[in-house]
């Protein structure tokens, strides 16, 4: 009996030995927290384990702590890089990875002072450096955020969503009032939004803010230009700022202002002087300037003979000093040859049945080339 009893009990003795098999661990685990060069989590990042005997490839993504873990990883050594982008960022080579948990950080900022250490560089180099790649980067955020505002406030424009393109602009000057283009699209909205207005002193407002506007995004322009070396480009630009600015004057009933900032867009931008001195025209034309504004079109003329517009308003100001002889109307010399030349020009523009009425109504007739039948050479 007492043999029967020892042998049950090492039955059972043997049965709890084999019931509870015990697993052995054959995997590691990584973990570590991202930082970027201000200190700040870097987010949205992947950090890739590379095995350097099998090159099997583990990637792990950083939550919004810039931490990141990752159970499973074999045994064996890594290449550790960090990615941003499709970027690499930094990598460590090397890493040895067992069954215990490993910690890697990378420390965008550390590295770069201890890369700077090796190769020389002093702690006090070291932080101008430093800082200025934050003010860099800084700017490339700015920029990136204003382009994002313009591009929105481009859309809304376009669509004649004036009210929204100027607050989505004004909260583009508060994050950067330095920014010529900024105040100078913001001059545009205003203005442009300025004859929907049924109330006249609110168009009067917008006309002046947009005048306001426009003043500061050349004030700012012509800064830059004097720290830099002038191109033919940045003279367009500003020459762009003084013919919207000459408009907005204009449409404010300050002819003589507007005439200055149209002469000075001319002057900046010589290329493109015939449409500017045509602006300039049309401005003295509808606030009655007669003889300024032949002399403004005549300079448009001078600056591209085939601007066909500009004889067309050219005689349309001649006329206005035609007199009356009897019931003959009498036009000043150069009236007929205006009208003649934009329809040689423009034989079926906008302007030709208007500019042939004209003629007719000096008794003068119609003499281009256009349509007339080339005498055959014998």
């Given at each position: 009996?007492?043999?029967?009893?020892?042998?049950?009990?090492?039955?059972?003795?043997?049965?709890?030995?084999?019931?509870?098999?015990?697993?052995?661990?054959?995997?590691?685990?990584v973990k570590g927290v991202c930082k970027d060069l201000?200190?700040?989590?870097?987010?949205?990042?992947?950090?890739?384990?590379?095995?350097?005997?099998?090159?099997?490839?583990?990637?792990?993504?950083?939550?919004?702590?810039?931490?990141?873990?990752?159970?499973?990883?074999?045994?064996?050594?890594?290449?550790?890089?960090?990615?941003?982008?499709?970027?690499?960022?930094?990598?460590?080579?090397?890493?040895?990875?067992?069954?215990?948990?490993?910690?890697?950080?990378?420390?965008?900022?550390?590295?770069?002072?201890?890369?700077?250490?090796?190769?020389?560089?002093?702690?006090?180099?070291?932080?101008?450096?430093?800082?200025?790649?934050?003010?860099?980067?800084?700017?490339?955020?700015t920029v990136k955020a204003l382009n994002e505002k313009?591009?929105?406030?481009?859309?809304?424009?376009?669509?004649?969503?004036?009210?929204?393109?100027?607050?989505?602009?004004?909260?583009?000057?508060?994050?950067?009032?330095?920014?010529?283009?900024?105040?100078?699209?913001?001059?545009?909205?205003?203005?442009?939004?300025?004859?929907?207005?049924?109330?006249?002193?609110?168009?009067?407002?917008?006309?002046?803010?947009?005048?306001?506007?426009?003043?500061?995004?050349?004030?700012?322009?012509?800064?830059?230009?004097?720290?830099?070396?002038?191109?033919?480009?940045?003279?367009?630009?500003?020459?762009?700022?003084?013919?919207?600015?000459?408009?907005?004057?204009?449409?404010?009933?300050?002819?003589?202002?507007?005439?200055?900032?149209?002469?000075?867009?001319?002057?900046?931008?010589?290329?493109?002087?015939?449409?500017?001195?045509?602006?300039?025209?049309?401005?003295?034309?509808?606030?009655?300037?007669?003889?300024?504004?032949?002399?403004?079109?005549?300079?448009?003329?001078?600056?591209?003979?085939?601007?066909?517009?500009?004889?067309?308003?050219?005689?349309?100001?001649?006329?206005?000093?035609?007199?009356?002889?009897?019931?003959?109307?009498?036009?000043?010399?150069?009236?007929?040859?205006?009208?003649?030349?934009?329809?040689?020009?423009?034989?079926?523009?906008?302007?030709?049945?208007?500019?042939?009425?004209?003629?007719?109504?000096?008794?003068?007739?119609?003499?281009?080339?256009?349509?007339?039948?080339?005498?055959?050479?014998?």
């Open positions: 009996m007492k043999q029967k009893v020892a042998v049950l009990m090492l039955f059972a003795l043997a049965t709890a030995l084999f019931t509870t098999p015990a697993f052995t661990q054959t995997t590691g685990t201000e200190g700040k989590p870097i987010t949205g990042a992947v950090v890739q384990l590379t095995s350097q005997e099998t090159g099997r490839k583990y990637e792990i993504k950083t939550n919004n702590n810039g931490e990141y873990f990752s159970l499973g990883i074999s045994p064996g050594k890594y290449t550790v890089a960090l990615l941003k982008d499709g970027k690499e960022l930094f990598h460590y080579g090397n890493v040895p990875v067992g069954l215990d948990e490993v910690t890697i950080d990378f420390d965008l900022k550390k590295e770069q002072a201890q890369g700077a250490q090796q190769q020389g560089v002093s702690p006090e180099q070291q932080k101008k450096i430093q800082e200025q790649q934050e003010k860099a980067a800084k700017e490339t955020n313009l591009a929105a406030a481009t859309q809304a424009s376009t669509a004649g969503d004036y009210e929204t393109a100027i607050k989505v602009l004004t909260e583009a000057t508060q994050t950067d009032a330095t920014r010529d283009l900024l105040w100078f699209k913001l001059a545009d909205a205003y203005r442009a939004s300025a004859p929907k207005q049924t109330d006249l002193a609110e168009r009067t407002k917008r006309l002046e803010t947009a005048i306001s506007d426009y003043q500061k995004a050349i004030d700012l322009k012509q800064k830059a230009m004097e720290a830099a070396p002038k191109t033919q480009d940045a003279n367009k630009q500003l020459a762009a700022y003084y013919n919207n600015l000459g408009d907005a004057y204009a449409r404010a009933g300050k002819g003589e202002e507007a005439t200055k900032a149209l002469s000075q867009a001319a002057q900046l931008d010589p290329p493109n002087a015939a449409m500017y001195y045509f602006n300039l025209g049309a401005v003295l034309t509808n606030v009655g300037k007669v003889d300024d504004a032949i002399a403004a079109f005549d300079k448009a003329i001078a600056a591209d003979p085939n601007r066909a517009d500009a004889y067309y308003f050219k005689g349309v100001n001649l006329m206005g000093k035609a007199t009356l002889k009897g019931d003959k109307m009498v036009a000043p010399d150069g009236t007929s040859e205006a009208f003649n030349k934009y329809l040689d020009l423009q034989p079926t523009g906008q302007f030709a049945e208007p500019a042939k009425q004209m003629l007719a109504s000096i008794g003068a007739t119609v003499e281009t080339s256009f349509g007339k039948k080339k005498s055959s050479k014998k």
